[in-house]
Each structure stands twice: as C-alpha cells, then as structure tokens.
C-alpha cells in the first residue's frame, strides 16, 4: 500500500502540513479507518503525515529513509487501527509511537548485531531519562492503580512518555502546554507515583 505525493515545479513536497484536528477527531478517523473506510484513512493520512515525517526524519536524519519509513507507518496504523483505544492514549500519541517504532526498528535493522540500541544516534533524543522510566517498570497492577490517582491529563502524559517514548516536546504540544509546564508535570508526577508505589 503507497501513497503518490506530487512535486511543485519548484520541487516542493505535497504531503500535508499538520493540522488542527481535534484528539477526538483524529480518534473518530481511527475508528473508521479499523472498519476498512478507506476515506477516513485517506483523510487520516492528509491529517498527519507531516507530522509522522517530522517523527521519522528527526529519528533517520535521512529524507529517503524517513519517507519509507512513513510509508510503513501508514501501513501499519491500516493494519493495526482496530487496537487503538480511547483513553489509554490520545490519538497522536498512538500514531507518533508508530511512526517513532517504525523508525527504531530501521534503525536497528541497518545497525550491526552488537551495537546497543542505546547506542543508536540520538533516539531517544530529548526524550525523559531511563531513570524515570524505571518507576513504570513492574507491577503493572500497582502501577495501573496509582497512575489513577494522578489527573487524566498527567497520567496520559506519564505513559506516553516513560512508555511510548513521547519527548517532552512533542508531549508539550499534543497538550498545549509550554515547554517547561509539561517538565513539571512530569517531575510531579513522578514523585505522586513514586510515593504512592511505596505505600
């Protein structure tokens, strides 16, 4: 499954700038699309393709790899639409996670066998600590438990960071918030889950 992005004469891409489009409304295209609507997919690609490629070049640094990726990406949300979730994560934060996937994994194919994934250039650039991650590893019951204290809002943002692998920026922008904003939120966060595993 391809998709054509046409040049302009002056060689510019085609594909779509990311839009506005509401979590919600994204989630709705989703759904169709896992129903096998071909028009909510086609939509969903015009939605957020370039912000995917935006994922997959940051990750590849190559504009030729980064576009294959893309297209794996795409197959893969057709394939895999219908384990999308409402209120586990937010729909860009879905898609993000397997545009970033698709990227990791290229980037571990075309490594050598012994090379650490820890070593691959700039991954898990800007993105919060292993450190952090840990409070999240184990215990799924406790965690899942104490993740529902937190507010929706700071919960989701603590999966899809320690999880998914969301960096603190692109976690700023799916919520709106500043920069800094989401860093303290995160920090708080951490120390309420911290607290709370250790009851």
């Not at 990406?73 to 586990?88: E, H, K, L, T």
């Not at 650039?125 to 590893?137: C, G, K, Y």
Request: net charge neutral.
């Amino acid at each position: 499954m391809r998709w054509s992005r046409k040049a302009d004469n002056d060689g510019s891409d085609k594909r779509g700038t990311y839009s506005n489009m509401s979590q919600d409304e994204l989630s709705g295209l989703i759904a169709r699309t896992a129903l096998g609507d071909r028009a909510a997919f086609s939509s969903l690609y015009s939605q957020t393709s370039a912000k995917l490629f935006g994922v997959t070049l940051r990750i590849l640094k190559d504009r030729a790899q980064a576009e294959d990726a893309l297209q794996e990406v795409y197959v893969r949300i057709w394939r895999r639409a219908g384990s999308f979730r409402v209120g586990q994560a937010s729909a860009m934060a879905w898609l993000t996670t397997i545009a970033r996937n698709q990227a990791i994994d290229l980037i571990r194919a075309r490594q050598p066998a012994t090379l650490e994934y820890d070593e691959a250039p700039e991954v898990a650039d800007a993105a919060p600590d292993p450190e952090a991650r840990a409070v999240l590893s184990g215990e799924s019951r406790r965690i899942d438990s104490c993740l529902s204290e937190l507010d929706p809002d700071r919960a989701t943002a603590v999966v899809a960071a320690y999880v998914e692998g969301l960096s603190y920026q692109e976690l700023a922008e799916q919520h709106a918030v500043p920069l800094n904003t989401m860093r303290t939120w995160l920090r708080r966060s951490l120390i309420k889950l911290r607290e709370c595993m250790s009851r």
